[in-house]
């Protein structure tokens, strides 16, 4: 707001846009560029915090608030220089406007997270654990409010202060939270999910508090006032229900999945949101409340409000909500902190923020039977703080009911307590995420009526037709042992709206999520379904939402606990129409070596060429020839394995080509104490080929070659007369010399690196198989029978 200049008169408005620099005009006297200076710096400023926070498992929300504080009087504007140049009192007015705009789409997208049905399902416990995590810090916050108005505020409302006070303490900050799980992986954590539902719990009530305050907080003397607002703020909310629900729905019905959401429908709703904005600022609760209520009332149901959501997170969320920190962060100045008097008081409000949400989440989880830790675990998450807590604040200065000094001191307890939160609870909680011990890790087994367990991983829609036809090639004959794939979604957790959206859904879904209450209308999911008619198959989908760095631990505990015996991962480059490998990110090449390092199973790693088509082939017209090259070693035995497995579909041929050097050209070892390895080696292959060949599973349908080679160009050459195959299956860590000069992508091995290779083939998919290890691997072996009830606990559950 412009202030009286010396004259008296208030200052020039400032103008749109300048003539330009070659006019003898300073850009930043004119408000369009100046505003985009200021986007630019608070965007670059922030961005830069959040990455220098990551390695401290900080949510970007922190580096926002520490950014919005050192932009202002604070830190940079002590200079009065940079102060009058880049945030001149004359421009915080568009600044603003700009900022709460940002804020009111923001709080739009934040009541669309938020779903009510899910809130009418929260448990007594949850529902217990919120009402005691807000009133003990309720009551807390009325106490703190008579100390603070009695030394450094005095001369407040008293009943306005106490409603703000007692709102700013006992609130959780709820996508910060879901941040702070989801990164920690604890979402699916019976600690997660109670956590989840008491912070829907109490958002609701924080905006109820929070709307209470601004009605007590008006200007006017009359009592009677903040009746008429309160009255006419539910007039509102249930206005929205009769009459701005029903238009929504009517939008959302006319938006069939798989077709794009009209336009016309998209500018409905931002007009509806900026309407009813207006019309809770025209009643005196603020324009925030009447952008969350439409949030909340739109329909959750199919894809309107996902693309409602992808139309303006992106804008709102990178460019126009870091302002409004910018803006809360220029009202804050730490310096009005001075004396033993105030920074007491400061840690005095840490403190009893701190006791009230934990003694009272404390509490109330061991009166529901609650484990201490995890109930203690469960007060440091309570206590998350957030943007919701900056909006009250800069809404209580607005009002004048907070001074500079309280202000600022209630900024840095919301800092201070959302800080410490990823370190006190990763001191405090630290679940054991393994499962119980299993037996069968590998496709190789001598029991083969065992049910053989595959979590299947992809990326998008362009991997599914080629697994569905593997786990199609995979399942055999039906009248031996039953196949169970796991189909796993590997999704990045983003900084998006969406994204916190996605996790606040798949607390009910199990590890990391899978669907049990509602019928998905995911695509991948309807792929999925469509498949489940299969006999002696079961496809549970499911989806892990991790940052790409850590989604390997989410791959490898999902194996162990679903007692997998491989897990199929898509390779990182997919085929072009030309014939070339293109890589999708470095990111899911480096995915793909951590899997291969710590899983607690055999991987197989999928180069897909289109095995099949573009489509899901049905039983009757499988037709495919599958190719094996057999070397030696372990993961040759278990690529054969599979291979043996899948040659029991009536509609595959496989062809096992055993390779045999003349004179030790292809073999690894050297002379010495390792020709005793490879002797012991060369007379397991020997007694696994054997076996294999006796096998009834093959038939008329398995072709055995033996092929002499005396150089890596024979290999080269044998390989390439069997490239019109479909598929190969091959191990990655085969006994022979590298068959490429290329280093890269050393998890495919010798083989592998030459068969995925465009020049090799540009038609037959590749699978490379890394068998699992267990002499390297000394957690204890147990009976699977024995984990069958642990199993059926868990809840899978058969699309």
């Known amino acids: 707001m412009a202030t009286p200049n010396a004259t008296g008169n208030c200052p020039a408005a400032m103008k749109a846009t300048s003539n330009g620099a070659f006019q003898n005009e300073n850009p930043l006297d004119y408000a369009l560029p100046l505003i985009i200076l200021q986007i630019c710096l608070v965007v670059v400023f922030t961005r830069l915090l959040a990455y220098l926070l990551k390695p401290l498992k900080q949510p970007r929300v922190i580096a926002e608030i520490i950014g919005g504080i050192l932009l202002g009087p604070t830190a940079l504007g002590r200079s009065k220089v940079y102060l009058d140049t880049i945030f001149p009192e004359k421009s915080m007015t568009v600044l603003d406007t700009l900022a709460n705009i940002g804020l009111l789409f923001f709080l739009f997208l934040v009541g669309l997270e938020l779903d009510f049905a899910a809130i009418r399902k929260t448990g007594k416990k949850s529902l217990l654990i919120a009402l005691a995590g807000i009133s003990l810090p309720f009551v807390i916050g009325v106490g703190a409010s008579f100390i603070l108005s009695s030394t450094i505020s005095k001369g407040v409302h008293q009943l306005p202060f106490i409603v703000f006070m007692g709102v700013a303490l006992s609130i959780t900050a709820f996508p910060v939270l879901a941040r702070i799980l989801a990164e920690l992986k604890l979402l699916t954590t019976d600690v997660g999910r109670m956590a989840m539902s008491a912070a829907g719990v109490n958002d609701i009530a924080a905006w109820i508090f929070l709307a209470l305050a601004i009605a007590l907080s008006g200007n006017d003397s009359s009592s009677l006032v903040p009746l008429w607002v309160l009255l006419s703020g539910s007039g509102f909310v249930i206005f929205a229900i009769l009459v701005i629900k029903p238009i929504l729905g009517f939008m959302a019905k006319r938006c069939p999945e798989g077709e794009p959401v009209k336009e016309l429908y998209v500018c409905v709703t931002l007009t509806l949101v900026l309407a009813a904005s207006f019309l809770t600022d025209t009643i005196g609760i603020h324009a925030l409340f009447g952008a969350f209520v439409v949030g909340i009332v739109t329909p959750k149901q199919g894809p309107f409000c996902r693309i409602l959501t992808e139309k303006i997170e992106d804008l709102v969320s990178g460019l126009l909500l870091p302002l409004y920190f910018a ?264 995915v793909n070596k951590r899997v291969l390092q710590q899983a607690p199973c055999s991987v197989g790693i999928l180069v897909d060429r289109g095995l099949g088509g573009a489509s899901h082939v049905v039983a009757s017209e499988v037709d495919y020839k599958i190719v094996v090259p057999f070397f030696g070693g372990l993961d040759d035995r278990e690529a054969l394995a599979y291979g043996m497995k899948m040659v029991e579909h009536p509609g595959i041929t496989l062809t096992i080509l055993k390779f045999v050097a003349s004179r030790g050209t292809l073999k690894r070892f050297e002379k010495g104490e390792e020709e005793e390895d490879e002797k012991k080696e060369k007379e397991i292959d020997e007694d696994f080929v054997r076996e294999l060949m006796n096998d009834p599973r093959g038939n008329e349908s398995l072709a055995y070659e033996e092929r002499v080679v005396e150089s890596k160009e024979d290999v080269r050459a044998t390989l390439k007369a069997t490239s019109k195959c479909n598929l190969f299956v091959v191990g990655r860590n085969a006994a022979v010399v590298p068959l490429v000069n290329s280093t890269d992508c050393p998890e495919l091995g010798p083989v592998g690196r030459l068969l995925s290779s465009s020049e090799f083939s540009t038609t037959a998919s590749v699978l490379v198989v890394q068998g699992y290890d267990s002499a390297a691997d000394t957690r204890p072996v147990v009976e699977d029978d024995d984990y069958e009830q642990s199993s059926r606990e868990i809840g899978d559950s058969t699309v």
């Open 327 to 590: 803006s809360s962060g220029l009202k804050t100045d730490v310096t009005t902190i001075r004396g033993a008097q105030s920074w007491g008081l400061l840690v005095l409000v840490i403190l009893t923020t701190c006791f009230g949400k934990i003694v009272g989440t404390v509490g109330a989880s061991m009166l529901c039977k609650v484990p201490f830790r995890e109930a203690m675990a469960l007060g440091v998450l309570m206590n998350t703080k957030g943007l919701v807590e900056l909006i009250v604040l800069n809404i209580g200065k607005d009002r004048k009911v907070l001074n500079d000094q309280v202000f600022a001191i209630l900024v840095l307890m919301a800092l201070v307590t959302t800080f410490i939160t990823t370190p006190l609870l990763l001191a405090i909680y630290k679940p054991a995420r393994k499962g119980a011990p299993y037996k069968h890790r590998t496709i190789q087994r001598k029991d083969h009526d065992s049910e053989l367990r595959i979590l299947a991983c992809f990326h998008s829609t362009r991997n599914i037709p080629t697994l569905i036809n593997m786990i199609e090639s995979s399942r055999g004959t039906g009248l031996k042992g039953r196949l169970c794939v796991y189909a796993m979604h590997l999704m990045e957790l983003s900084e998006r709206s969406s994204a916190i959206a996605m996790v606040h859904k798949a607390r009910y879904n199990g590890l990391p999520i899978w669907n049990k209450i509602e019928r998905s209308t995911d695509q991948m999911v309807i792929a999925f379904e469509g498949y489940q008619h299969l006999r002696a198959v079961a496809v549970r989908p499911m989806t892990a939402i991790s940052d790409l760095s850590t989604i390997h631990e989410d791959i490898c505990t999902s194996a162990h606990q679903k007692r997998v015996a491989m897990i199929l991962l898509p390779f990182h480059k997919h085929q072009r129409m030309d014939g070339a490998m293109e890589s999708i990110g470095h990111a899911f090449h480096e």
